[in-house]
Nanobody, 119 residues
């Protein structure tokens, strides 16, 4: 079994910064893609950022230039540095990891962490 544990959410004023962390643990052989998604009330879950094991990153236009994803492969941990936060960034943020374990690749999710940006 694999667990993803997130930390770092909270309340911040517009223009502020937050850093999210997500650590994967359990029966892990390797991790392919790690990423962050978010879901605001009444909206679908959307990709915020992703990073491959080789370090290739992907961002939607809505966060490009403001958010930075990084990972520490030795610690099976992914980070999301969020700068210049806007009220529309308010959402529950979920960590996601595609993990190779037990001979198969499978996607796992964290429990979610609330990010609230006040205007």
């Amino acid at each position: 079994q694999v667990q993803l544990v997130e930390s770092g959410g909270g309340l911040v004023q517009a223009g502020g910064s937050l850093r999210l962390s997500c650590a994967a643990s359990g029966s892990i052989v390797s991790i392919n893609v790690m990423g962050w998604y978010r879901q605001a009330p009444g909206k679908q879950r959307e990709l915020v950022a992703s990073v491959t094991s080789g370090g290739r990153t992907n961002y939607p236009d809505s966060v490009k230039g403001r958010f930075t994803i990084s990972r520490d492969n030795a610690k099976n941990t992914v980070y999301l540095q969020m700068n210049s936060l806007k009220p529309e960034d308010t959402a529950v943020y979920y960590c996601n990891a595609v993990v190779y374990s037990g001979g198969v690749y499978r996607a796992y999710w964290g429990q979610g962490t609330q990010v609230t940006v006040s205007s």
